[in-house]
């Protein structure tokens, strides 16, 4: 009861700021819980908990040599925290700088250029999913990838399926990357992404799939992908990888990505003319 007593009276000192203090550090907490879970630095974080336990523990039975190494060691902790954390950190922040509320198109970007590219794309991804030829495209959105296009090569075109089907044409010498497309243009090709660490993908995924992936856990851009084993098509977003499309999926997901008005109506005007030139 003395104990009870003696929480209650500092709960009634609380304010409101010290609630949204205690809360704000909680879901700091459990993020990085949250982030460094089935990975080897929580095997790394399990180790200093301990050494902290063995310090204490070191003070109070007079342990003085154990006590001034650990205490001497832990004075670097918080620079070797950044070193071994380095990955996970720079992941964190990552997602913190994460911005998804922009499409991959200029705010000025005509409509009519948006369901042109869409077309293009659609039509392509469809001929190489019969054909079963791999590719990978990626959507630039509000994240720049300009690092990732430097590992490529410039192309700047109008984009059109003819071209997207001869960049992943296998004897091409740029049909193993990724294809850059900003604002409406295939702006490079022949990319390196990275690959997700993801360990939860199926094992069945490939290369493409996983760079996928990788590409849209880093930045908010969307990425497509066409299997070259089954000629399956896939999207990334988010981290998230939806897979055997159909071509008129793989056009309503584009539309509700990147046409804000009317996505169903301009959805039955570009699949009529899909429809069209696919006869």
Known sequence: MDLLNFVWQYLKLATLTDVLDILIVAYLLYRVVKLIRDTSAERLLKGIVFLLIVMQVSEWLNLNVIN????????????????????????????????????????????????????????????????????LIVFERKDKLGDIIKTGTIVDAEISSEIIKNIFYPKAPLHDGAMIVRSGRIIAAGCVLPLSDNPNLSRDLGTRHRAAVGMSERTDSLCVVVS????????????????????????????????????????????????????
């Open 68 to 135: 001034f190494i650990l205490q001497n060691m832990m004075q670097l902790g918080f620079l070797a925290i950044v070193i071994v954390f380095q990955p996970e950190l720079r992941k964190m922040l990552e997602q913190v700088g994460k911005n998804r509320f922009s499409a991959f198109f200029d705010h000025g970007s005509d409509q009519s250029e948006i369901q042109k590219c869409i077309i293009h794309t659609v039509e392509a991804c469809s001929s190489m999913s019969w054909s079963k030829i791999g590719a």
């Open 228 to 279: 070259e084993e089954t000629g399956s098509i896939s999207v990334a977003s988010g981290g998230m990888l939806k897979r055997h499309l159909a071509p008129e999926t793989l056009e309503k997901l584009l539309l509700k990505e990147f046409i804000s008005e009317n996505p169903e109506k301009a959805q039955n005007n570009i699949f009529t003319v899909w429809k069209g030139k696919s006869k």
